[in-house]
């Protein structure tokens, strides 16, 4: 593949300085701070809103690993009785595929 570069672009890519000015300009009057509004602003919750605040926070204090199943299952592995179901493990893989829309 070969592509040949000029050595100057096209008229239309070129800048000019009118154009450049212009653009610089532009809006340059009404580039001044904007005040801040008063305190007036207020924000309502929904209920539901409110309530997924509640739930964010019940779920945010409440630990994300079941220690006690943890435990129980760890001691079922080293007391060499662990019963594996299979057929749990099945519908649970063909419930995350449900899921994921496969």
């Given at each position: 593949m070969n592509q040949k570069i000029e050595g100057t672009p096209p008229p239309a890519i070129r800048s000019t300085t009118a154009a450049t000015s212009r653009v610089a300009s532009a809006g340059a009057e009404n580039a001044r701070p904007v005040e801040a509004s008063g305190g007036g602003d207020s924000l309502r919750l929904t209920g539901e809103a409110a309530s997924l605040q509640v739930m964010q926070r019940e779920l945010s204090s409440?630990?994300?690993?079941?220690?006690?199943?943890?435990?129980?299952?760890?001691?079922?592995?080293?007391?060499?009785?662990?019963?594996?179901?299979?057929?749990?493990?099945?519908?649970?893989?063909l419930g995350l595929e449900r899921q994921l829309g496969a």
């Open positions: 409440a630990s994300a690993v079941d220690t006690a199943r943890v435990e129980s299952i760890r001691a079922a592995l080293q007391a060499g009785t662990y019963q594996i179901n299979a057929e749990a493990i099945a519908d649970g893989m």
